[in-house]
């Protein structure tokens, strides 16, 4: 059994990671960049959770610890601007420094929330997840990993020992799969959706993809096996939960049918089985493509909102 650990008390106000600088400009893109700042801005507002709340801007990670992950050659070509067409191209967003210094600020800002989980038990990042980006290219909108780099930072720092990766994004996570493939100091669980990006899907410690169109029955059946596996195969130290909203049945990049209510259900699951076994948990948004970004901004919300409300004992 992993060691039974004593958290401290939360602090008031409690802090999330967040950056005003998550907001780059793409141009025409599927990809909501103004969901950061939306987030923020709804729990900040919000009479309860408000109060209880401050912003942290993380600080961009130096490349030393990129590279804990990342190839040399890739973060000197991000350094200068020497990306070719073909790697923008599977990058599927725009270079610019600004872009770049985004995706490290956000590296930053799972490290931030990683070193809070592992003192207060939960710690929350208004960003990251992005689980597409292999150590010597990105991919779908994903320039650079945060979750692989913090978990190499955290382990070769003594921060945690174990770290679990549970990747309910409706695409599998395949830089997470392929950079851990052979560890057995971390394990990759993915539930997404089979028919879908990436069509090379590298093997997850553990993968579960769903047929077109699984709806909620489905989805949390799926994730209920899923937890009961790992309970049998692995002890994590800290679990890093990349919590998509892009299994959302009114997605633009989804073919599933998850609801509002189904993705309550579906964090309720996540969050129960954390505290049920005394480990860490660190919050990543992932992806989220709905027709109207306001479902994309209500799913994220309501997902930090269960967190804080189990670990802070708030009640709405």
């Not at 990129?66 to 350094?79: C, F, I, M, S």
């Not at 549970?166 to 997404?192: C, E, K, P, Q």
């Amino acid at each position: 059994m992993a060691e039974t650990r004593t958290w401290e008390p939360p602090p008031r106000p409690f802090p999330v990671a967040y950056s005003p600088k998550y907001r780059v400009d793409y141009g025409p893109h599927v990809f909501p960049v103004e969901k950061y700042d939306r987030v923020w801005q709804t729990l900040r507002q919000d009479d309860v959770l408000g109060p209880l709340l401050e912003a942290v801007e993380p600080a961009p990670l130096p490349l030393e610890d990129l590279a804990r992950v990342h190839t040399w050659e890739y973060l000197q070509k991000l350094e200068e601007g020497r990306l070719t067409p073909y790697e923008v191209a599977i990058l599927e967003i725009p270079y610019r420094r600004d872009v770049y210094e985004a995706f490290r600020i956000s590296c930053g800002g799972t490290w931030q929330a990683a070193q809070w989980a592992m003192r207060w038990g939960l710690g929350v990042h208004i960003g990251g997840g992005f689980h597409h980006a292999f150590p010597d290219h990105g991919e779908g909108f994903c320039m650079l990993n945060d979750v692989a780099v913090a978990i190499e930072k955290g382990l070769a720092e003594g921060l945690f020992r174990r770290a679990l990766i549970v990747d309910l994004d409706v695409h599998h996570g395949n830089g997470n799969a392929a950079i851990f493939r052979d560890r057995s100091d971390v394990f990759t669980f993915s539930i997404h959706q089979e028919n879908n990006y990436p069509f090379v899907k590298p093997p997850s410690h553990l993968d579960i993809g769903l047929p077109d169109g699984a709806d909620d029955r489905i989805y949390l059946a799926a994730l209920r096996r899923g937890l009961a596996t790992i309970e049998t195969r692995f002890e994590p130290d800290i679990v890093f939960y990349i919590a998509g909203a892009d299994p959302y049945e009114h997605d633009r990049l989804g073919g599933l049918g998850l609801t509002m209510a189904g993705f309550r259900e579906r964090d309720t699951l996540v969050f129960e089985w954390v505290r049920r076994r005394g480990v860490a948990c660190v919050i990543t948004l992932g992806g989220g493509y709905a027709l109207r970004v306001e479902d994309t901004v209500a799913i994220h919300v309501q997902t930090i909102r269960q967190a804080l409300e189990l670990w802070l004992s708030i009640q709405s």
